[in-house]
């Protein structure tokens, strides 16, 4: 009794909440059916309880969860028999339909029907083992009754529910001659009760049984007494022929021996047995596959993968691993819906079936990911080969909502036996090398190495210990002056983050920011640099401007505006005196939101500035939709500016650009007097750079904080 149905919660990322997909079939027809379902690990203890087996038992699946069922449900003497007999289950052994009692909510008995199917794991033994019955309970009373009956038979005969014939089987002229029968039995069969005496039961067979076997019949009714029963068939007077259930026995009237048989139509019972198979075969079928595609889920992967690691192990052969990753699909599902999103991937699905190795396994783990297993390779370039098949099909465009789409996918390989001996070592290895090709470019392959191990391994702890940096308040601020170029005073201040841990060093703003911004803590730290920037301002009381970088993570969420006041209220800050620098690209992750609160902070009195342009990210269209009030040159532009006469051109028409459209212009990364002396002629206002202040401590801003002052004289102290 025993099958792995995998979390009954599993729905598949991309499908479409309100499509009722053949899973959710599957899990509704597991709690809407009478019959009842019952799933055991291989020591007994229940994985899942359905409805129907809550509403006998009165007990609920929570509660049951993890416990050994017979003693839940049997007695003592019955729960040690069962406990016997399913420890003695073997992987191979056919399971008969069986009954047993299970105590119902009161106390009482009720007799079940069950049918069973086991399934192995990866071992081969069994792993789990699905259960579902039919209450039968009023059958098993009726067949009691039928016993009582036939102690009892002239008085009960006409009484019984079921078929009762009374047959002689040595009438030499008619072979096994009806005798008598009761009015169940005439009807069941489609006639009246007086046509059928005197008529031999050969009437009712599809051919002539009883002329043909007929002796060899009454001898095995002989020899079993009471328990000659079985199955068969019978015909029905309208031509069509159902199952029966029969029981016989010899019994002596008037000193003829006679075949006393007792028949139940069991049309309705094979009908439920049917259904019952079926259940479980599409139970079985729904725990080891994909609902959406169709393809093995990652329960069915890893018993596939196990088994073939353990045939190369035998034979010395090489297993490739791919995890194969769609790059884009959220953009399919967010621009032309859910829908299409899954056509998208029944189509990957199919081209990976169509282009593999009949021997190969597609298995969909994820949203948009999916496991390729090769086994039987004869070198790491046959997987190279069967990747870049793989990925010219994947790749080539699809149909979807009258548009042809094209996306792209990003592959990473790891091989048995050089990049792991075990199936978990293998996927997370293939799946380092995918994440690679992500962090790159995408729309690639590549082969896990030993390198990208390590350089995850101190990713996680960077990661770890950044997110314990910025609760536990572990980083700092520097502040790099904003100054005007010609006069040297202070026009703002751009507050920069810092961390220096106790185990990684100094860590540069390069590492720490773009991990924070891969894995979602670049809103903390957003938020951590707002507040400390606000606080700091407050203390110094300044009547310049701060300058915070935000992320387009924390201006696309809804509550940003309200944060951002809540901390200028919390330190009494002016709202024009914190600008705000963001980038062009921020408005690409949800434009509408982001447009509302630009809208809601500008309100507010909030400035924003165009971080970085010029740099190659930022676009005309940022200039005119953002509502900005300055653009900070990259610090490419100055690259060259003193020497090349294109560069100068390039600086002046991009601040021509900007001052027609009526933005302050910052010059950022000025770091030689000859930069300065061209950023004056072209009549930049604001500079900020290594020359006029290198981003340093709170504390020395502090002491400094009167002398930010410049001359239109080479000879000043810059720092």
């Known amino acids: 009794m025993n099958v792995h149905l995998g979390d009954s919660g599993d729905q598949p990322q991309s499908e ?36 129907a087996c809550e509403r006998l038992t009165g007990l609920t699946e929570a509660a049951v969860l993890g416990q050994v069922l017979w003693p839940l449900v049997l007695d003592a003497p019955e729960a040690a028999r069962a406990k016997q007999v399913y420890a003695a289950l073997k992987p191979d052994a056919v399971i008969n339909p069986y009954e047993n009692y299970w105590m119902n909510a009161s106390g009482e008995p009720r007799y ?22 039919v209450d039968v309970t009023e059958a098993h009373h009726a067949r009691l009754e039928q016993q009582e009956s036939e102690a009892r038979f002239r008085a009960l005969f006409e009484r019984s529910g079921d078929g009762v014939v009374l047959i002689d089987p040595h009438d030499p002229a008619v072979p096994w001659r009806i005798v008598e029968c009761n009015e169940a039995f005439a009807r069941m069969n489609g006639y009246h009760r007086t046509e059928l005496l005197g008529q031999s039961i050969d009437l009712l067979h599809e051919d002539d049984l009883m002329a043909r076997d007929g002796a060899r019949l009454l001898e095995w009714v002989r020899s079993l007494g009471d328990q000659a029963q079985g199955e068969g068939t019978h015909r029905h007077r309208d031509g069509h022929v159902f199952p029966i259930e029969t029981r016989s026995s010899l019994i002596t009237l008037g000193g003829r021996e006679l075949v006393l048989g007792l028949d139940r139509d069991i049309t309705e019972r094979r009908k439920a047995q049917q259904e019952l198979l079926e ?12 609902a959406l595609t169709g393809l093995p889920n990652r329960t069915m992967l890893m018993n596939r993968l196990e088994q073939e690691l353990t045939r190369a192990r035998r034979n010395h052969s090489m297993t490739a691993v791919m995890f194969v990753d769609l790059d884009h699909f959220k953009r399919v599902n967010d621009t032309l819906g859910h829908g299409a999103g899954d056509d998208l991937l029944r189509e990957m699905a ?26 039987d390779l004869y070198s790491v370039h046959h997987a190279a080969r069967i990747a870049l098949r793989l990925q010219e099909n994947l790749t080539a465009s699809v149909a979807l909502q009258g548009l042809s789409v094209t996306v792209g996918c990003s592959v990473g390989i790891s091989v048995f036996p050089q990049d792991g001996t075990t199936a978990d070592d293998l996927l997370r290895h293939a799946d380092l090398a995918m994440y690679e090709v992500k962090r790159t470019g995408k729309n690639a392959t590549r082969f896990f190495t030993p390198a990208l191990n390590d350089a995850t391994l101190a990713r996680l702890q960077m990661e770890s ?82 300058s915070v970088n935000v992320s387009p993570a924390q201006l696309v969420r809804a509550d940003f505006p309200e944060v951002v006041r809540g901390i200028l209220r919390r330190y009494g800050i002016r709202p024009s005196l914190l600008k705000l620098e963001i980038t062009e690209r921020l408005t690409i992750l949800d434009p509408e939101q982001t447009s509302r609160n630009l ?117 000043i102290d810059w720092t």
């Open 465 to 546: 210990q950044l997110r314990a940096a910025i609760r536990s308040d572990g980083l700092n601020l520097h502040y790099q002056p904003q100054v005007n170029a010609n006069t040297g005073t202070l026009t703002g201040l751009e507050a920069l983050a810092r961390w220096e841990d106790p185990e990684l060093g100094v860590v540069s703003p390069g590492e720490f920011i773009p991990l924070a911004e891969d894995t979602g803590l670049i809103v903390a730290l957003g938020t951590w640099v707002l507040r400390e920037a606000c606080r700091q301002a407050s203390a110094w009381q300044l009547t310049v401007p701060v």
């Open 16 to 51: 479409a909440p309100f499509t009722r997909t053949h899973q959710d079939v599957t899990g509704i027809a597991f709690d809407m059916t009478a019959a009842l379902i019952v799933v055991l690990d291989r020591a007994g203890r229940i994985l899942r309880f359905n409805a």
């Open 112 to 133: 079940i029907h069950w049918q069973t199917t086991t399934l192995p794991g990866a071992s081969g033994e069994i792993d789990v083992v699905i259960a579902t019955g």
């Open 350 to 375: 199919r081209r990976c079936t169509q282009t593999l190795r009949p021997t190969d396994l597609t298995a969909r783990v994820g949203g948009d990911e999916f496991v390729v297993v090769l086994p």
């Open 599 to 715: 809208q809601a902070l500008q309100a507010l009195g909030i400035s924003f500035a165009l971080d970085d342009f010029g740099a190659g990210q930022s676009a005309l269209a940022s200039l005119l939709n953002l509502p900005l009030t300055e653009v900070k040159l990259d610090r490419s532009l100055l690259t060259g500016v003193t020497e090349d006469p294109a560069s100068w051109r390039v600086l002046s028409a991009v601040m021509d650009l900007a001052r027609g459209l009526d933005l302050q212009v910052v010059a950022e990364g000025v770091e030689t007097h000859q930069q300065l002396e061209v950023l004056r002629t072209l009549q930049c206002e604001t500079v900020q750079g290594y020359l006029t202040g290198r981003p340093v401590p709170a504390e020395k801003i502090t002491q400094r904080l009167q002398k930010w002052k410049l001359a239109a004289s080479d000879e």
């Open 279 to 290: 259940l479980n075969r599409e139970l079985a079928h729904a725990a080891q596959h994909d």
